[in-house]
């Protein structure tokens, strides 16, 4: 403990009230944000002799200085402990990254309704379900109800656009009411029938679809009560796929696993019975952290973060038990107004529930620790394999995309000895080259990863080259300037592809010395160079591909004077694509909205010409 922070004086100074406090190291860092009931018996607990936590040793000998904020209650102290943590994100908290809003379906307010994704503020009219435990669940499910409830899902500026049916009509995944093809009641009916299905009440819309079909078969309408059969055929297919629980109401399951330093929460979301979804949890825990203090930081922090905007359910299922259950609950239902209650001692389906979210959590830390594991043992073999002087702890890896010269990205991947460190990836866009010149494009991204380097920058020490020896020789030349003043330059080897670009034929090239050497097929350092290798070739795959289609998209567009970012949006968006656009004469491009008729023959001459 730095002798400028005297606890004896701070202690005396201390109430017995309930508050929060923060703990400063000599830079003004927030190190730790912690509450408690009583301030002074929480915080003279830390300044005993004899500490038996190694965490609270470490945090104790870094503190300079402390600040107590005190509380009117305990339930306002955990609520004020969430927003310091979420501020400060301080070095001996378990953090837990998790600050995006979740995604919704929207069903819209319209005279035809539409079916949508939405993440953010809910400012559009309409009903909100939700909230989905990621983006890919809610896609899913939108592709799911488009074989089944055949409601428009196109933006409003396509649908109005519309003189004729779209291929959605076509393929049966649109009833089209953009052209009148379905009444606005019939419209409404398949509207309120996927409501209930939104809502979890299969069974009532399968008994409404089947009251339909048989009306229709008595009174001969055989090609509606096909079509309704058809509907109830794709109902119950997905209804078979949907674990569904008799036990009534909904909530939240919780099976948290810690081992080793790396913790897992997984999450079921139970909702009118049924796994509505799921998601694992990784948040970043201090070194020596009790599995207690993990799962109490990880549930503070899921329920309070009101920028979430996640609904809390009734019942919170956990796999452990940790102090101050009730206290949680208690600030959960201030901060939203509703009555919740934690429990770890069920019986029946919840217990079920339980042990398949402990299940999926301990896999889950099992896998990536495996992961961990081989990559460590990688790493040590690639320091064998150059004969390393000392450890590897940043490698990265630079790549060059175009196509025949255009859009030419290039990319920086980072890995470290846990693997990927995509925090730290980079790309570059290349500019004022030659199309096609490569050695230009890798000498601009190199010079400019480097530009102004000091010792105390994030330097690799191997610098991986995907290409062969001339690329490589000006990678080294820049290298060798750039560090012309630092001692710590890295390493760089050049990955030249072998014959036939097979995957354990690439020669490998030292950048200093150009001496050449390869490593056996089946080599895991051989694996790590391979690994890194295709990640940086991905990445700058798919920023290349980015910048090509947003280039192709727009670049005709923008050289016609008066056509802004807001009518180039218009156009794409009413007409549907560049190609659209090009081929729209100019009656059409007149229905565009802030497009005059001047305006529409500029751009039907500037696109014809």
């Not at 003004?28 to 408690?36: R, S």
Request: charged share 25%.
């Amino acid at each position: 403990m730095p002798d400028a922070f005297n606890a004896e004086e701070f202690l005396k100074t201390v109430t017995s009230s309930a508050g929060v406090y923060r703990m400063y190291d000599e830079k003004g860092t927030v190190i730790y944000v912690g509450k408690a009931k009583d301030l002074k018996k929480r915080l003279s607990s830390y300044f005993r002799k004899n500490l038996a936590n190694v965490k609270t040793q470490a945090l104790v000998s870094h503190i300079a200085n402390i600040d107590v904020t005190l509380t009117h209650s305990e339930t306002d102290a955990l609520i004020l402990e969430n927003d310091y943590i979420k501020q400060y994100m301080p070095k001996y908290n378990v953090l837990l990254r998790d600050d995006k809003s979740y995604p919704y379906i929207l069903l819209s307010n319209h005279k035809h309704p539409r079916l949508a994704y939405h993440r953010g503020p809910k400012r559009d009219k309409g009903q909100y379900f939700g909230p989905y435990p990621n983006g890919g669940a809610v896609r899913e499910s939108l592709h799911l109800m488009q074989k089944i409830f055949p409601i428009r899902q196109c933006e409003d500026l396509y649908y109005k656009s519309r003189s004729r049916p779209c291929l959605q009509y076509q393929i049966g995944r649109c009833s089209a009411p953009c052209v009148d093809k379905i009444s606005t009641d019939d419209y409404q009916e398949q509207v309120r029938l996927a409501t209930l299905f939104l809502k979890g009440k299969n069974s009532q819309v399968m008994s409404v679809l089947v009251g339909q079909m048989e009306l229709a078969a008595a009174e001969m309408r055989y090609e509606q009560a096909a079509a309704f059969r058809d509907q109830i055929t794709a109902l119950r297919r997905v209804s078979e796929q949907q674990e569904v629980s008799n036990a009534s109401g909904d909530m939240d399951v919780i099976g948290a696993y810690y081992a080793s330093g790396v913790a897992c929460f997984h999450l079921l979301f139970i909702r009118e019975g049924k796994i509505f979804g799921s998601r694992s949890y990784y948040p970043k825990v201090p070194a020596n952290t009790e599995v207690s203090e993990v799962l109490r930081s990880f549930m503070l922090q899921f329920y309070l973060n009101s920028d979430s905007q996640r609904l809390t359910p009734k019942e919170i299922l956990i796999s452990e038990a940790f102090e101050e259950q009730l206290e949680l609950a208690q600030a959960i239902q201030s901060a939203q107004n509703k009555k919740v209650e934690i429990k770890t001692n069920v019986r029946g389906e919840r217990a079920s529930f339980l042990r398949l979210a402990l299940t999926n959590a301990t896999n889950a830390v099992n896998t990536r620790l495996s992961h961990k594991n081989t990559v460590e043992q990688r790493f040590l073999l690639l320091e064998e394999a150059i004969e390393a002087t000392n450890s590897i702890k940043r490698m990265e890896c630079f790549d060059i995309s175009h196509t025949m010269g255009e859009s030419t990205v290039a990319s920086c991947v980072v890995f470290n000895r846990e693997g990927p460190s995509k925090a730290d990836y980079r790309r570059y866009n290349i500019t004022g080259i030659t199309p096609g010149d490569d050695y230009a494009a890798m000498k601009q991204a190199i010079s400019r990863r480097f530009d102004k380097i000091t010792d105390k920058g994030k330097i690799p020490d191997i610098l991986f080259i995907d290409g062969g020896i001339g690329q490589l020789r000006i990678a080294q030349k820049i290298v060798d300037e750039k560090f012309v003043a630092l001692d710590n330059a890295p390493t760089l080897i050049g990955v030249a592809k072998g014959e036939g670009r097979k995957p354990g034929l690439e020669t490998l090239i030292y950048g200093e010395n150009e001496e050449s050497f390869t490593l056996p097929a089946d080599s895991g350092a051989l694996h790590l160079i391979q690994h890194i290798r295709d990640e940086s070739h991905r990445f700058a795959i798919t920023g290349h591909r980015n910048k090509r289609q947003k280039t192709r998209n727009t670049s005709s567009l923008e050289s016609i004077a008066g056509v802004g970012p807001k009518r180039r949006k218009a156009l794409l968006q009413y007409l549907g694509g560049i190609q659209e656009v090009k081929g729209a004469s100019v009656s059409e491009l007149v229905k565009v909205p802030g497009i005059s008729l001047e305006m529409a023959q500029t751009i039907h001459d500037a696109l014809r010409g």
